[in-house]
């Protein structure tokens, strides 16, 4: 099984799935290239990113995996089965669309940058700083794992601010048609979230002809830390079907 995080974050934001599923499953949860410990990719757009991941799989000699794709990892695993459907035994996508989306992060770059000028000696220093443009504190606290202390003493994002605010449009963009994967597919969608909307349900079928969708009561878009059980559960369920359904 592969787990891919979203923006701004690394593997360790899927911990708890990768806990609940290593009894059962061989898990690597990846840092996406110009996150958390991976080099940075130049350039960084949403094909570089699933050929990354795609390459890992050839040296790992996996012929295939389970994979598992929060927010930009599900984009980044939606482009990799639509792109190369052998690689994919299953695809589970957690809260995010196969549509283009507008915009949302303005917010969180302005707020990074400004930590990034400021020279801040601390995560205190930097949660003050960060918490003048961004109300909810949880994204706060989640963007400051990734702040790490240099050589001389300051602060530094572990990810490549400058090459994702490059990317960024190419994240938003939604994945080429023309093609479909016809493997088993999750869509999972936090009911208080608004990445998943009615309106996107024809471009996932569309795409993905075989997904179904599930919705987790009580959740927002970081489903799997909001209702960690929940989300484990039905990801656990959805893959020992899949693999049911390829030796059957």
């Known amino acids: 099984m592969i787990l891919l995080h979203g923006l701004f974050g690394s593997g360790a934001n899927l911990g708890a799935l990768s806990r609940a599923l290593r009894e059962y499953f061989s898990v690597y949860s990846l840092d996406l290239p110009s996150h958390g410990r991976s080099d940075w990719l130049q350039p960084l757009t949403m094909s570089t990113l699933t050929a990354v991941v795609k390459d890992w799989l050839d040296q790992a000699a996996y ?4 994979i598992v794709g929060h927010s930009l990892g599900g984009k980044v695993a939606m482009e990799l089965a639509l792109s190369r459907p052998e690689k994919v035994a299953s695809l589970t996508v957690a809260d995010i669309a196969p549509v283009a989306y507008s915009a949302r992060h303005d917010a969180v770059f302005a707020a990074l940058q400004a930590v990034s000028q400021a020279g801040c000696v601390s995560r ?12 909810e504190e949880t994204v706060v606290q989640f963007l400051l794992t990734s702040l790490v202390r240099t050589g001389d003493g300051e602060m530094r994002w572990r990810f490549d601010l400058r090459g994702i605010c490059e990317a960024y449009s190419s994240f938003l ?8 994967y016809k493997g088993p597919v999750q869509f999972i969608r936090g009911a208080e979230s608004d990445y998943i909307r009615e309106e996107h ?11 179904g969708m599930q919705v987790i009561p009580g959740a927002g878009h970081w489903l799997h830390a909001e209702q960690a059980p929940a989300f484990n559960e039905l990801v656990l369920r959805f893959i020992q079907s899949a693999q049911g359904e390829g030796t059957s």
């Open 124 to 135: 205190e220093v930097a949660g003050v700083l960060m918490s003048e443009y961004l109300v």
């Open 173 to 180: 963009a939604a994945p080429e048609g023309g093609r479909s």
């Open 201 to 211: 349900h024809p471009a996932i079928d569309a795409l993905f002809p075989r997904a």
């Open 63 to 66: 012929e295939c995996a389970h």
